[in-house]
RNA sequence: GCCGGGGUGGUGGAAUGGUAGACACGGCGGACUUAAAAUCCGCUGCCGAAAGGCGUGUGGGUUCGAAUCCCACCCCCGGCACCA
């Protein structure tokens, strides 16, 4: 007998011993068959949990069986490790961000290598490191330069009980501070942004990349181009300079139906334009408006509310005067800040009108209108009536024919608006990249010095929440100099969205040291894009967004090439509680995986997690199906040591075991591809049952069992690297594992000597006949014909046609 | 409301126009064992004694043949949501 498999005994064994041959590490100066192997990286919140696992264990699977298709695979680690999180955990525990991140990073490693994935530590990032967000900074000022970063007053949450600037995750949905309840309310501050809108066209090409479907039309829809009309409506203000409206409409051909024109509350012309008699009560509503967070704000359940500010625009096309409201569903950074309002073909605006007596022209006639007043907005296509000059076409001529008129009389001009805003980078924060700047009385905003970098972040900031950012109470940061002119100026106390990490974090594992620059250039030439990049889609309009776009600025400064960083990307499902519900503490339905990997060893969790379902669809985590990994694990064991007693050969016992393992090696290689991992273990596992009847027998050649050992390990081994190893080992296979090529199969082999014909008449199943693999149709469907069981249902009936399926199927039609 | 994904045995799932339920869990039976665990072998969609019938959310359609394609509807999950 052999002994016992014993995962955590070999796990560890192995762990050291590839650990001591730097068996992952890669030697990036050889680019040859080079292959970017990319996973998200972690956030340093202290444990592993499930879902990292079920992220990065089949990743690190698909990264080894590239590698052992012959490429040379580079598979780094890292940590995201600035952030609110760390903040939060350091004012709640009272110990340092810094401490507290690195500690996690300590654990998180140890917890890593346990799962024995192939990754190339030397190349780690974590984003805290001075080395690291000097080139965030670095980048910050080369953007400033460029004018892609640029200041401006934008509204943050602001809880005035703590007195202090809330993310929005901070934001219970009721409006109300998550720590002390208080009713959050906007204020103004100056505070960084990003243009990200020049590159809004050309992000929407997605031409270049093999991405989910899911994540492209999300993105699509979140940069959210329209076309339309920019279009005046007049304005006649004694005293007013300002003599037009602008609005944007996606809708010019509904202009002659315009009955109000809505201004967003914090229109610059608001102010201007409202009579003495509605002054107060326009300024009562734009207070409760700005008291409000955007998401109450755009809430579609609230009813339409708005209030009129006395003054009228002209309608330039109908002549009309069109009275001027203020309403909160206006916002001021979409178009132009102003709607014209048309009930009869807006429901929103049909539902303003209604609230509010303004009268609902139809313009747009349905098919089949009789006159009457709607119910509803139409929205659908029409014939153009009460149009002037425009009446009797289709509203989408009309759509054109009046953009052209608006035009020809300089009214306006056809635009493009976008959905997506420009990148709010500033975060009040301490935990974060120090935002390079100086803000100097003389010369305004000046960038640090590149031979200043980085700003250090001072490590004794008081950073428990005080009404300010945390940087702004430390003198010794406050306080410096200005580049510029020398003389007295204060620092930048903003720090960076923790977005600004992820934007280039794959560049620089390619060289983690280098300090010429945030990467090597021939690395970067040679190594990117990645070719693959795994993650979770939570993160589709976020990070996988501004990564796109700050590489196309990279792109743009001739650091890289190349339309896109990541060619391929694929989304892991997400992983739930065994009731199905997100996994946390406070559920209790949280599985930690350091005690599974206790119990059943690396392996078997990995396989476990691959087998339960497809990777992109995650679902519920039970335990009670990984005997079955456990069991089959222990099979693989049982029959690569313990050979059959080899007896008399039968060839066609022999080339049934061939044909097993050809037909598997093709499977498993089909499903690793695509990376449908549970089907694959199906296919080891169909394999794995096999060899064990053929082990029974011991009929087999010696060789075509041990080609199947051998196969079959190789196949296990990007999915339970430990094992495979150990079994490659013992049964004399040359170290390691994870470099031997991978099986290949010969489709004269696969090949089936009998199949089995499905005789169906009327389309259902009669009989099921086995025959020789290369039948002919003739015999075949002589063979049909023949069948007791088929004759039963044939018989007395004109037989009206028969369809053959060469090797697989008869179906006799009669009646 | 809009966009995307999905609905298959007791359970996780397989099958993308041709044998529905691969593989696995669980269950049942057997072998081994003093016994249990582990291990090994067999059976296991539902109804039916059998013959056979029924069966992939619901209803209709296309086809010799539909889980798979088309139409309508219901439900679940994810995302976006007053975008002019």
Known sequence: MTERYRPQEIENKWHKKWEEDALYTVDLDDSTDHFYFLTMLPYTSGDLHVGHWYAMAPSDAAARYKRMRGKRVFFPIGFDAFGLPAENAAIKRGIHPRKWTYENVDRMRGQLRSMGAMWDWSHEAISADPEFYRWNQWFFIKMFEKGLAYRKKAPANWCPQDQTVLANEQVLPNGTCERCGATVVQRD????????????????????????????????NWIGRSEGLEVEFGLEIPGLEEKAIRVFTTRPDTIFGVTSMVLAPEHPLVPLITTPDRKAEVEAYIAQARRQTEIERLSTEREKTGVFTGAYCKNLLSGEQVPIWIADYALLWYGTGAVMGVPAHDQRDFEFAQKFGLPCPVVIAPPDW?????????????????????????NEDGKKAIADYVEQQGWGKRTVTYRIRDWLISRQRYWGTPIPMVHCPVHGEVAVPEDELPVLLPEDAEFKPTGESPLARHEGFLNTTCPKCGGPARRETDTMDTFMDSNWYFMRYLSPDYSDGPFRPDLAEAWSPVDQYTGGAEHAVMHLLYVRFFWKVMRDMGMVEGPEPFKRLFNQGQILGPDGQRMSKSRGNVVAPDEQVQKYGADTFRCYLMFIGPW????PFRLDGISGIERWLNRVWTAALEPPKFGQVDEAATRGLRRLTHKTARRVTEDMD??????????????????????????????AWSDAISALVRMTAPLAPHISEELWERIGGPYSIHQQAWPTWDADLVREEEVTLVVQVNGKVRDRIQVPAGIDEETAKATAMASPHVKRYVEGQPVRRVVYIPGKLVNIVVG
């Open 616 to 619: 992109d669809e995650g679902g």
């Open 370 to 394: 009789d006159g009457s007043a709607l119910e509803e907005a139409y929205t659908e296509p029409g014939t153009m009536v009460n149009s002037g000059q425009f009446d009797g076409i289709t």
């Open 189 to 220: 501050l100056e505070q960084w942004f990003f243009r990200i809108r020049n590159y809004a066209d050309e992000l929407l090409d997605f031409s270049h990349m093999e991405w989910p479907e899911q994540i492209v039309t999300m993105q699509r």
């Open 674 to 703: 695509e990376y449908r991992w549970n089907t694959a273990i199906a296919a080891l596992m169909e394999m794995t049952n096999g060899l064990y009847a053929v082990r029974e027998k011991g009929v087999v050649d010696r060789s």
